[in-house]
């Protein structure tokens, strides 16, 4: 579908408002396509990821497959971030284009009947043209819940959090400070052929209540793998089989460490995706399709 084009008018919407978007014919006589962003939340335990794949249960294939039903047209959906099997989402987010009349609060109640219980979606809005879910977006958290409990994960917390030993948190923590800025995270990263690994990692932390564990980790963006790598790597430090040093050293390396465990899938949840102010929009989706590079190194991909 090709590009929307941007009316005029408050908030840039002249025929498209908080409640109703009401589509128009252009000049030409041609119906001008809108720009709907959704906000995502599911339970990650029974889908094949996010990405939609023939045969197999994705989000994705679920909200197209459930969006186009209803709306009466084919939605093809493009994602802030692109979960593996059974990581979890709290703050997803997704855009679409489309010719159809939207009531918006309308179409949020209809899907959250027509969805299965395990995805939601939590909203529903216009956005500008030059909003992409994906480009548009300046960072993105995740948080990884962990406990220590002797008798391990509580049953009604089973499915998002992930047992494990007792371990030194100020020694995660110092670990994990050495990570942070911008580098080549090639160490943690599955390979993908032609992406760069370098990417700029803002916050890194860890919070403890009682028994349970939880990182906090947000960057401008992370390549496949990378979140679920760092926690392993930090939990080798704090099991004490590893040190903070050594984990600071693997930012030297160009290659996927093989001495990185990467921890279990549904431990890690998307918590959020920021994006800057419409005016910038545009701007920030060039600048993320730039090939980024490590000062004085190589682009890492």
Known sequence: MSKPAVPSGSAGFPHVNQEVAVTEPDSSGHIVAIRVRLDIAYDGTDFTGWARQPGLRTVQGVLEESLSKVLREPVQLTVAGRTDAGVHAQGQVAHFDTT?????????????????????????????????????????????????????????????????????????????????????????????????????????????????????????????????????????????????????????????SSSVTVAPAHGLSLIGVDYPDDADLAARNAQTREIRTVPGGCCGG
């Open 100 to 256: 159809a009349e939207i009531d918006f609060p309308k179409l949020l109640h209809r899907m959250a009947r027509f969805l299965p219980k395990d995805v939601r979606i939590t909203g529903i809005r216009p956005a500008p043209a030059d909003f992409d879910a994906r480009f548009s977006a300046i960072r993105r958290h995740y948080a990884y819940r962990l406990t220590t409990a002797p008798f391990g994960a509580d049953p009604l917390a089973a499915r998002s959090v992930v047992p494990c030993r007792p371990v030194d948190v100020e020694a995660m923590r110092e670990a994990s400070r050495k990570l942070l800025g911008l580098h080549d995270f090639a160490a943690f990263c599955r390979r993908r052929e032609g992406a760069t690994t370098v990417r700029e990692l803002q916050r890194f932390d860890w919070e403890a209540d009682g028994e349970l564990l939880t990182a906090y980790v947000s960057a401008d963006a992370f390549c496949w793998s990378m979140v679920r790598s760092l926690v392993g790597g930090v939990l080798a430090v704090g099991e004490g089989r590893r040190t903070p040093e050594w984990i600071a050293g693997l930012l030297d390396e160009r290659a996927r």
